[in-house]
T-cell receptor, first 115, second 112 residues
Framework: DGGITQSPKYLFRKEGQNVTLSCEQN?????MYWYRQDPGQGLRLIYY???????QKGDIAEGYSVSREKKESFPLTVTSAQKNPTAFYLC??????????????FGPGTRLTVL | AQSVTQPDIHITVSEGASLELRCNYS??????LFWYVQSPGQGLQLLLK??????LVQGIKGFEAEFKRSQSSFNLRKPSVHWSDAAEYFC??????????FGTGTSLTVIP
């Protein structure tokens, strides 16, 4: 089955620690995205990548970092510089070259809680 | 600047009643419009999308949406709501650069 996997589903970390969230897709999509979701605020874009070895900051990139070494993988690191990291994180992918199907496909999400 | 407004934060309907969720967008060119649904603690699932052509689009689970350019709206409708439709609904507009802009969501409660 093709899709997007995110792991772990729940993640706890202590203040001051960096943590990396995994996102893997087998849809052969070029573009991948990371969103943060907080109650009442919808989805806010953290980073996105249109192609391997390239990525751009979204609206709320401060305190986060990403890498895109493989087409299938787009891990997100939440650093200790992120002041309020507790949130639900969603990864998505899309095939931007096709206008008729540039919908974004979402993973199941990772809930990060800072203790 | 691109933006999406969902004016209703929370809606409650009775099972079997009709439903309309509002979405207004701001976008300079012809928009690509989407409705997604999210169950608690889950990812987003695409309900339907509009790219061009017929302004009334059909989606999964009996949902439909109508694109009205003059009103910059893309409202989601369902003629008869089921208890399983209770969820959060997000409207989104996609740009040619494939960035998406999401509304803040509408939470739907269905009462028996």
């Amino acid at each position: 089955d093709g899709g997007i996997t995110q792991s772990p589903k729940y993640l706890f970390r202590k203040e001051g620690q960096n943590v990396t969230l995994s996102c893997e897709q087998n849809l052969n999509h070029d573009a991948m995205y990371w969103y943060r979701q907080d109650p009442g605020q919808g989805l806010r874009l953290i980073y996105y990548s249109q192609i391997v070895n390239d990525f751009q900051k979204g609206d709320i990139a401060e305190g986060y970092s990403v890498s895109r070494e493989k087409k299938e993988s787009f891990p997100l690191t939440v650093t200790s510089a992120q002041k309020n990291p507790t949130a639900f994180y969603l990864c998505a992918s899309s095939h931007p070259g096709r206008v008729d199907s540039n919908e974004q496909f979402f993973g199941p999400g990772t809930r990060l809680t800072v203790l | 600047a691109q933006s999406v407004t969902q004016p209703d934060i929370h809606i409650t309907v009775s099972e079997g009643a009709s439903l309309e969720l509002r979405c207004n967008y701001s976008y300079g060119a012809t928009p690509y419009l989407f409705w997604y649904v999210q169950s608690p603690g889950q990812g987003l699932q695409l309900l339907l999308k509009y790219f061009s052509g017929d302004t009334l689009v059909q989606g999964i689970k009996g949902f439909e949406a109508e694109f009205k350019r003059s009103q910059s709206s893309f409202n989601l409708r369902k003629p008869s709501v089921h208890w399983s439709d209770a969820a959060e609904y997000f409207c989104a507009v996609g740009s040619t650069g494939n960035q998406f802009y999401f509304g803040t969501g509408t939470s739907l409660t269905v009462i028996p």
